[in-house]
């Protein structure tokens, strides 16, 4: 009997990303720069996997507040438990799928960004960023 030491294939193979999820993002992104904060806006990507069809679904998202204090970190890590509870309250899905990040003039890779990137790794096997350009 052979057996096969070949590594399994990734689960994910295609993103799919909703056009409201879109929307929400080009509208955070665009608001925060118009009232002239920091051009650097972050959020949450929420959606599914489907196994069946090695797809990973964007089907809802919301953004966090810009913080590095630990406090803030803390403020943004309760906020998104308070509205996991709220979407899975009202059928919305709400597993954490990923994060969105904007960008202005190719900022975006960073120290912070990388350890977002890493963070995310750590909790969940499969997960995206989403890069929005300004």
């Known amino acids: 009997m052979a057996t096969s030491s070949a590594t399994p294939m990734s689960t994910i193979q ?7 999820v879109v929307m929400k993002v080009t509208r955070h992104c665009h608001h ?3 009232k002239q904060m ?17 797809v990973l679904e964007v089907t809802h998202c ?3 507040m810009n913080s ?32 969105y990040q904007s960008t202005y003039l190719n900022t975006h890779c960073d120290r912070n960004f990388l350890d977002s990137v890493f963070d ?3 909790e969940m096997n ?9």
């Open 62 to 64: 919301f953004p966090l």
């Open 32 to 34: 925060e720069l118009e």
């Open 68 to 99: 590095d204090t630990d406090e803030g970190m803390e403020i943004n890590r309760e906020y998104m438990l308070e509205m996991e509870r709220s979407l899975r309250q009202v059928n919305i899905d709400y597993q954490q799928v990923g994060f």
């Open 14 to 20: 295609q993103v799919e990303i909703t056009s409201q």
């Open 38 to 54: 920091d051009p650097h806006v972050n959020g949450v990507l929420l959606g599914l996997i489907n196994e069946n069809k090695h």
């Open 120 to 122: 995310y790794l750590e």
């Open 126 to 134: 499969e997960a995206i960023a989403l890069i929005y350009g300004s």
